[in-house]
């Protein structure tokens, strides 16, 4: 910790000087997150009047007071996080505001030009669920005093999240969509559960490989240089495998799939520093994606419309590139600057909210906003990177390393696949998107890594390490 | 753990540059190759949002984009609909434009070669792009004039300024309204576009400068006795024989002139008075004794066989080839197979009126950028030179005879010496005729060349002619000229 302007008396030893910094620094965090924080609801607010203006030409203060009330709702997130968490990181709460903000302003303004009211609106769906999520978090916050616990519950949380996972393919209440077994129907409130599902992974993650990951590192039998596992320690990996596959297989969902093995794979890197299990890892899900590529029509769809965008053939095909190359002609014709909120043609293109809000947004604020969108991702990703790096629990860390690799891998799979860096998979893109579900799990995370970051500042090790 | 860590950071922050890679090259190196593919929906969005130029009569804006709350951004508006339809034509989404909307897209929607630096500098202050503004030759006063005279008749009336070639006014009727093709509702607009391209009476035809073409009957009349004189051969006083009725060299057909009888008293009769009373022997014995040849010749100096741009491209008249001697005679006052544009027959009276100078006719005063930089302004041009400044002088003679004491005796003005020619054309058989005015005011320092056409016998059938019902339309607009 570098000293503060206050400290340049120069008097007194060290130790003390180092406790002063750490007793100040609570609410000078806290005030910085404030600050922050209303930099973001003013970011937030000013979008969804300029949609307004761009799209109707006059202000409807209407929804300027419910976006308002969700304003008030982060704010007091700010302040229970003074009570409950206060050292927990500053900039976590502001970017989860400002990116949830533009996302409400960009599916509003979507609704706008779709002309949808009410309920059928998805920006004021998108509203209802953020309050949701928002208090959500709180409860988590306020809930989970100290993270540990959560480790013991990993089996609990293992099971939790493959029941979670496979909800869907109940039949009664499960629903497909565009193609996707993805969530479940009780009346007319559809959910998704394997957004939940990969927090509780997560956590089952980060618990077994605290305490399995000595069995996992050390012991086993060397080939070629690798240290291959023991069978009965390939178990649990060989479980998330077999999910894995019964996602991308039964509920059509590429993307999910990634997801989690993505998460398994760094997790168990991360903690046993064995370079055989990712290269297990990726093996298996490689050699599983280029079997599901041949055999599963809607994948070697997926790959086709990847590789070959541009030809008539795949372009016109049912489940072919229009989308795809719908959002590469928006965010050219955004271009540099964009054509500013409100002022481009985003509904051409196919889930121009939620899948493809991205490109929505690259359409509208130009490749400056997304830059700008994308080093927020960057930014919330590396503070909870950080507290995989100075956590003092093996646990902690692995967890924030883990929900913080989620959100890298939701991004990277949804931008990637707009972007035709990979083929397009269906991922939220994290806060922004339309997706009540999405925006749960996300606060949620947002919630962990903000009680996981105040753990981080209270330990005495920051006092004499100077 | 750290160490691992460090590579995981490596391995995310390498998955975010390659989104910074995908979105830069989409967003920057990518986007003109996006932007021209055909399947670009928002290209089309975008050329059509562009603020389109007005077009503008006096100042005033005839045709101009209102901004509207589509993803089209702006409406093309018409003001005055139907009065300039002939001339603005239409405007629309995808189902192609005409009139001056047509022909100067290019500038009215700003990717015109010449507006190329604008069009950058737009591009680096990030305004929007902006068409340019074409400014029409056209006198709002003439024109209503001219509209008003037309009244409820099918047809066409042309007015020109002799010495530049400026178009002042240009009716055609029946019309339509253009707003209703440059609507953004497709479906509207095709239904619009069905039910005018299937009406009978052709309303989106400009019969000005378009169309069938018509006879000219007896207003052809004007270019024959023109050639007569320039070519040499004959004085406004040579005489032909005048028989009542003439039968037709290998024919068993008989012509006769218009009223019946003989042409005036006489044994024979001069040029002049054959203009003068519109008679149809003497110019068909003219005709054979001047020659297919010379009359053809005449004929494309004064605009035949060309397609005028004014700049929309009018129809070529024609004066028909490889005639009989029967043939030739009856083309020589304006039957058999010559045909006209009004526009033609107006650029025969504005080339005599101009002292055998014929000008360029055109609707288009200048183009203006917007900021207010001069894109285009042509000097009058001249088209050709028919006919000497004597022809020319002697034509005005007998034409100003034959308001003041002929057949166009109609056209008369009050203390205005007015040069003009009727002309009645036969459409074969029991076909309604075509009746025609044309000629100029004032005689001794023309303002305008005029030509009117009506349609159908003016509601007359086979009982009306061109003095009847033409020439009074003509009056009422050289008046409207003469008072301004």
């Known amino acids: ?466 | 753990m750290n160490k691992e860590l460090r590579r995981v950071s490596i391995v995310a922050l390498a998955m975010f540059l390659a989104l910074f890679v995908s979105t830069s090259v989409i967003q920057v190196f990518a986007v003109d190759e996006l932007r021209a593919d055909g399947r670009n929906a928002r290209t089309l969005y975008e050329s059509y949002s562009a603020e389109r130029g007005p077009i503008l009569v006096d100042g005033t804006p005839i045709a101009e984009s209102v901004p509207v709350d589509d993803e089209y951004e702006f409406l093309r508006t018409y003001t005055q609909p139907e009065l300039y339809a002939a001339i603005t034509g239409y405007f629309t989404l995808n189902q192609g434009n005409t009139g001056i909307e047509g022909e100067l897209n290019d500038f009215l929607s700003g990717t015109a070669n010449e507006q190329f630096l604008d069009q950058l500098g737009a591009l680096v202050t990030g305004q929007n792009p902006r068409g340019a503004a074409v400014e029409l030759t056209v006198d709002p006063v003439i024109q209503q004039a001219a509209w008003d005279a037309l009244g409820a008749q099918q047809g066409s009336v042309v007015v020109l300024e002799p010495a530049t070639g400026r178009i002042l006014a240009m009716v055609s009727k029946p019309t339509y309204d253009p707003n209703r093709l440059a609507a953004h509702d497709t479906q509207a607009v095709l239904a619009a576009y069905e039910e005018l391209i299937n009406n009978p009476d052709d309303p989106l035809v400009n019969r000005a400068i378009a169309g069938d073409l018509y006879f000219p009957g007896s207003v052809f009349k004007v270019l024959m006795a023109a050639t007569a004189i320039d070519s040499g051969e004959f004085t406004p006083e040579s005489t032909f024989p005048n028989p009542p009725r003439l039968q037709l060299p290998n024919s068993s057909s008989e012509i006769g002139n218009s009223e019946g009888g003989t042409c005036g008293g006489g044994e024979t009769v001069s040029i002049a008075d054959a203009l003068r009373l519109s008679c149809n022997i003497p110019f068909a014995e003219l005709g054979l004794a001047l020659g297919e040849d010379t009359i053809s010749e005449y004929a494309e100096a004064f605009g035949f066989g060309t397609r005028v741009e004014i700049p929309m491209r009018a129809a070529a008249s024609t004066f028909p080839e490889g005639l009989d001697d029967a043939q030739l005679m009856l083309s020589s006052f304006g039957q058999y197979d010559v045909r006209v544009t009004p526009l033609q027959i107006a650029m025969i009276s504005a080339a005599i009126a101009n002292g055998g100078n014929l000008m360029q006719p055109t609707l288009v005063e200048r183009i203006i950028a917007p900021d207010l930089s001069i894109v285009r302004e042509d000097d009058p041009v001249l088209f050709s030179q028919p006919i000497s400044r004597e022809t020319a002088a002697t034509m005005t003679r007998l034409m100003t005879e034959g308001v003041a004491n002929g057949a166009a005796s109609n056209a008369s003005i009050e203390g205005v010496a007015v040069a003009g020619k009727t002309g009645t054309a036969e459409n074969g058989g029991d076909a309604p005729y075509t009746l025609w005015f044309t000629g100029f005011a004032p005689a001794d320092d023309p303002q305008v060349a005029i030509a009117v056409v009506v349609e159908d016998g003016g509601g007359f059938g086979q009982s009306a002619f061109g003095n009847r019902v033409a020439a009074p339309i003509a009056k009422q607009v050289l008046e409207a000229v003469l008072n301004r």
Do not use: C
């Open chain 1, 1 to 466: 910790m570098p000293p503060t302007s206050t400290d340049q008396t120069g008097a007194g030893p060290t130790f003390t000087r180092s406790i002063a910094i750490t007793v100040r620094q609570p609410s000078k965090l806290r005030n910085l997150e404030l600050f922050l924080l209303l930099v973001a609801l003013g970011i937030a607010g000013t979008a969804i009047a300029l949609v307004q203006l761009g799209v109707n030409g006059s202000i409807d203060v209407g929804v300027l007071i419910q976006a308002g009330a969700l304003g008030m709702l982060a704010l007091g997130m700010h302040v229970a996080l003074r009570v409950v968490a206060r050292d927990a990181d500053p900039f976590i709460l502001p970017i989860a505001t400002t990116l949830n903000g533009l996302g409400i302003a960009m599916i509003y303004r979507i609704d706008l030009a779709r002309g949808d009211s009410g309920w059928e609106s998805l920006g004021v769906r998108q509203m209802v669920w953020t309050g949701l999520a928002m208090i959500i978090a709180l409860g988590v916050l306020i809930l989970i005093r100290n993270h540990r616990v959560l480790a013991r519950y990993r089996y609990v949380a293992m099971l939790v999240g493959i029941v979670l996972l496979l909800l869907p393919m109940l039949p009664g209440i499960g629903l497909t969509l565009n193609g996707a077994r993805l969530w479940i129907q009780l009346g007319s409130f559809t959910f998704q559960p394997g957004e939940i599902a990969k927090i509780a992974l997560a956590v089952f993650f980060a618990g077994y490989l605290v305490t399995a990951r000595d069995s996992l590192s050390l012991v086993g039998r060397r080939v070629l240089g690798l240290q291959l596992p023991r069978a009965r320690d390939l178990g649990p990996i060989l479980i998330i495998w077999v999910v894995a596959m019964a996602v991308l297989i039964f509920q059509r969902d590429l993307g999910t799939s990634l997801l989690y093995f993505g998460l398994f794979v760094v997790m168990i890197y991360v903690s046993t520093g064995r370079l055989s299990w990712v290269l297990i890892g990726l093996g298996l899900f490689l050699g599983g994606a280029a079997i599901a590529s041949r055999t599963l029509t809607y994948v070697e769809g997926r790959f086709a419309a990847w590789l070959d965008s541009f030809n008539p053939e795949v372009y016109d095909a049912q489940g072919g590139s229009y989308q795809l190359v719908q959002g590469l002609f928006g965010m050219a014709q955004g271009g540099l600057i964009g054509s500013g909120l409100g002022q481009g043609s985003p509904t051409i293109t196919p889930l121009a909210e939620s899948d493809y809000i991205i490109a929505s947004m690259g359409e509208e604020l130009g490749l400056v906003g997304l830059f700008a969108i994308l080093g927020l991702y960057l930014l919330f990703v590396a503070r909870g990177f950080r507290i995989g790096f100075n956590g003092t629990d093996d646990f902690g860390r692995l967890l924030a390393v883990g929900l913080s690799f989620v959100v890298v891998l939701q991004v990277f799979v949804v931008v990637g696949g707009v972007t035709r860096v990979i083929p397009l998979t269906g991922l939220t893109t994290p806060f922004l998107a339309a997706g009540g579900s999405a925006l749960v799990a996300n606060w949620i995370i947002a919630a962990l890594l903000l009680r996981l970051s105040d753990e981080v500042r209270h330990q005495p090790r920051l006092v004499v390490d100077e």
